[in-house]
């Protein structure tokens, strides 16, 4: 080739590199545009830390509904509670102030009442008969229920079983006899706890570490995942496996946002929400099991209860039945036998 076409050639490939990178800086420039203004940006409440499957569950949801409105809808995702408690976070949606959350099914029963009987200890033989339930009819008619609170519910996130732990063994039920438990804020759950015979103590989650390293309690119950990314194991050091609830969560959207956006971009808003509770469930599996390991390898001692223990715990808490679903023995019935 002589250097006449040797130039050529290489003005030619000048000339399809520029095409092509052209291309790319301008559809860069565009995504750009299109990130700086959004037709609306909402806020997010998570109390979990970044790496928890339900905070990844959120950003999964925010990523989704930025793809499919095409940048219109920004979704901001604030953990760690920098919006509030999650009692302050549902009470700000009422008004709008934060557009959309993931709560434990706890709290929102605090507003909701009839959603306690979703909670009630023992209620599922497994996590399946769950799913079963609130991926059917009876969950769509709970999520809708959230409308009375003016939310609206979007899915439903797993929260695995919940279980004591405390920082004196618990290997029966005459173990727990006095000692004093840190429970959400929520009615029910102080109920379980008083069944039990121990003193519940409504402390907000952020604050459970220290109650537990000041000894101010002297345990509190929750699921592997919260108690080790909490840090609780590194105070609390033995944790009971006595499965007394599974406590699901929601994601919901304040009523006052919802009626402002169209009929198809609450589709969206539904679908990516139902999407984004499918891959929390995956990180769910492999969290809790981490997060045992994690705890277990730290030194935590772990108690498995004999069935006949297990059955005293069970018979024990029959009296929270009879007040959180004495007027909804139809809908429990429906549940047990689902
Ligand atoms: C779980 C749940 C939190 C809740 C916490 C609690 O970790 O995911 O949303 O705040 O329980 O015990 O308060």
Redesign the pocket.
Known sequence: MNKKWGYLLAILVAIVILLFAGGRIFSFINKKNKDVSPEYVFLYAE??IEDYP?TQGAKRFSDLVYEKTGGRIQILVKCDAELGS?MQVIEQMRYGGVAFAR??LS?LAEFVPDMNVLQVPYLYTDSDHMWRVLDGEIGDEFLSKTLSYDLVGLSWYD?GARNFYTTRPVKSLSDLQGMTIRV?ESDMMADMVSALGATPVKIV?SDVYSALEQGLVDGAE??WP?YEAMRHFMVARYYTLDEHTRVP?LQICSKAVWDMLSKEDQQILTECARQSALYERELWQEREKSSRKIAERSGVTTIELSPEEKEKFRTAMASVYEKYCGDQMDILQKIMDY
């Open positions: 109390n979990q339900t999650e709560v434990s709290q929260a959400q989650y929750n699921n919260s969560e």
